[in-house]
């Protein structure tokens, strides 16, 4: 079948088999392998990417159902000048990551929320990244990443 859709602010026609999940899609048809497959079974969140600005489970996600929708991936974050996104920038700054296999999941996660409020508790970023699992930090960097581009976003307005 053919879908058409938004894939990080351009217009997109792919052909596709119904079966496929999301991620496959992304992964194998369009190259974008900052999508991170690990549990296949919406446990961890490494695959987390945002559908009309809100976050799925692409492992699991069918494709076909973005039809009509906005698609944004890690990749799809930096602006045209090539300038992260202040939750890349804070990442970085907080060294909130080591092997990294989290991060681009961990940090559309975070986008989510910080698009919605980013005048936000820790308890509210603790709660809201409650889906998105990391075995190399502890943690800690990433809520102070979080923070980080949650203070300077706030500025931006
Ligand atoms: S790979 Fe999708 S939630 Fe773990
Ligand atoms: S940085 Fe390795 S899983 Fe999070």
Known sequence: MN???????????????????LAEVLRGRCRLTGVKVSCEAQ??????????????????????????????????????????????????D?????????????ILAAKSLLDENSNVTDAEIVAHMNGNLCRCTGYLPILKAIRQAATELRGQK
């Open 3 to 21: 879908i058409g859709f938004e894939l990080n602010g351009k217009p997109t026609i792919l052909e596709i088999e119904q079966r496929e999940t």
């Open 43 to 92: 446990v961890c969140g490494s695959c987390t990417v945002l559908v009309d600005d809100l976050p799925v489970s692409a492992c699991t996600f069918l494709a076909y159902e973005v039809r009509g929708k906005r698609v944004t991936t890690i990749e799809g974050l930096a602006d045209e000048s090539g300038r992260l996104h202040p939750l890349q920038q804070a990442f970085l």
């Open 94 to 106: 907080n060294f909130a990551f080591q092997c990294g296999f989290c991060t681009p999941g961990m």
